[in-house]
Structure formats: structure tokens, C-alpha cells
């Protein structure tokens, strides 16, 4: 099982720039989440799905956007790229919101 | 908000030494989760508890969950080099909307020197 795909792994970006990183898994969870990990600070929630058609803000959403029209896909968008974005993002999914949380490889993004 | 504080942030051992790490919170958990994850990669789930109390192993890894609901342990016995790492703790918290989030401790970077 291929379990939570994440692309790319890895993306440098300039300043205003746009892109989607996308995240992708095959066990049919309903609970889908966003987390940007940065030195000494943890995981920190970006934006979570409870279903198809339905997102929500985490903790540090600003700067990203989601959508989710499949169960199986949950892109987040950065609209302007900054170098504050510059982390380690990795999506996860879960069979329901609070429940143990299986992830993807990560994206390591860098904005310059 | 419902933060985990999580200690040591880093420990250097040696070899075949027993490791100690914990989790506390000021809020009350019903479920506490560990993690570990490798360099390059995502956190893998290493155990999960569900009962004030309870003492969960895995291989040479041992949890408990806190009586007080406010807090957990991991240990790991006899440690090898591929435990290198950083160990996250995680739990359920009510966020402002309506489901359930998961929070993570800062993490406990492990270093094992042979």
C-alpha cells in the first residue's frame, strides 16, 4: 500500500511565487490534515478536512490554501510564496479527526 | 490553548542505555500518541493509548498514560543506533471548530553514540 503520497519532495520557490503541493492516499480516510514542521517548534496545523467538500482552518493557516473535491486528494496552495514558508510540509490522514494520524514523506519547501 | 510540553528537547546517549522522555499538558487527554520520525521522513506512529493508566510496549519501547490524563511517558530500553530520531508525543484537542485535532509536542531530538 502506497499509504500518503506527497509531491514534490522537494521545491524551491521565489518570492511571490505560486504553487500547489499535492498529497494524495489510498486507505479511504476521511480525515485529512496539513502540518508545516519547523526547528524546535513541532508540528503545526495548517488546514484540515473532514470529508469531501469540506475544509477548516488549523492553527497557521495564513498564506495557504485548500480544496477538497475527492476523498483521496488534498492539495494546499501557497497563492504568494514568502520566505517565512520556508519548512517541511507534510500532509496526513486520518480514519476520523483526532484519531492516529498516518503521514506522507514531506515536502521540503524553501523560499528565497 | 491545549499545548504539550515536551522533555528533554535533546539527549545524547550511549549505546545500550535506557532513554526517558515525556509529555505533560495542562488540559486533560483522552488519548496520547507516539511518534518517531527519521531524517527525511514522515512520523511513524509507534504506539497509541487510550486509558488512564495503561501501559502499552512495543519491542523495547514502553508507554504509559499518565493517571492524571495530563501527561505520558516513553521509554526506550537497551537503545541501538537506528533509534536515532526525533520523538514527537500527540494528542486529541478541541479546536474551535468542530472536530478534533491533533497536537504535538516540540519533539525529543535522540542521539545514540556507539
Known amino acids: 500500500n502506497a499509504g500518503v503520497t506527497q509531491t514534490p519532495k522537494f521545491q524551491v520557490l521565489k518570492t511571490g511565487q505560486s504553487m500547489t503541493l499535492q498529497c494524495a492516499q489510498d486507505?479511504?480516510?476521511?480525515?485529512m490534515s496539513w502540518y508545516r514542521q519547523d526547528p524546535g517548534m513541532g508540528l503545526r496545523l495548517i488546514h484540515y478536512?473532514?470529508?469531501?467538500?469540506?475544509?477548516d482552518q488549523g492553527e497557521v493557516p495564513n498564506g495557504y490554501n485548500v480544496s477538497r473535491s475527492t476523498t483521496e486528494d488534498f492539495p494546499l496552495r501557497l497563492l504568494s510564496a514568502a520566505p517565512s514558508q520556508t519548512s517541511v510540509y507534510f500532509c496526513?490522514?486520518?480514519?476520523?479527526?483526532?484519531?492516529?494520524?498516518?503521514f506522507g514523506q514531506g515536502t521540503r519547501l524553501t523560499v528565497v | 490553548g491545549q499545548q504539550l510540553n515536551q522533555s528533554p528537547q535533546s539527549m545524547f546517549i550511549q549505546e545500550g542505555e535506557d532513554v526517558s522522555m515525556n509529555c505533560t499538558s495542562s488540559?486533560?487527554?483522552?488519548?496520547w500518541l507516539w511518534y518517531k520520525q527519521e531524517p527525511g521522513e514522515g512520523p511513524v506512529l509507534l504506539i497509541a493509548?487510550?486509558?488512564?493508566?495503561e501501559l502499552t510496549s512495543n519491542g523495547r519501547l514502553t508507554a504509559q498514560f499518565g493517571i492524571t490524563r495530563k501527561d505520558s511517558f516513553l521509554n526506550i530500553s537497551a537503545s541501538i543506533p537506528s533509534d536515532v530520531g526525533i520523538y514527537f508525543c500527540?494528542?486529541?484537542?478541541?479546536?474551535?471548530?468542530?472536530?478534533?485535532?491533533?497536537?504535538f509536542g516540540s519533539g525529543t531530538q535522540l542521539t545514540v553514540l556507539p
Open positions: 478536512s473532514v470529508g469531501a467538500g469540506i475544509t
Open positions: 496526513a490522514s486520518s480514519s476520523r479527526a483526532g484519531a492516529e494520524a498516518f
Open positions: 500527540a494528542g486529541p484537542r478541541i479546536s474551535s471548530g468542530s472536530a478534533r485535532q491533533l497536537t
Open positions: 493509548l487510550y486509558k488512564a493508566g
Open positions: 486507505m479511504n480516510h476521511e480525515y
Open positions: 488540559s486533560i487527554f483522552n488519548t
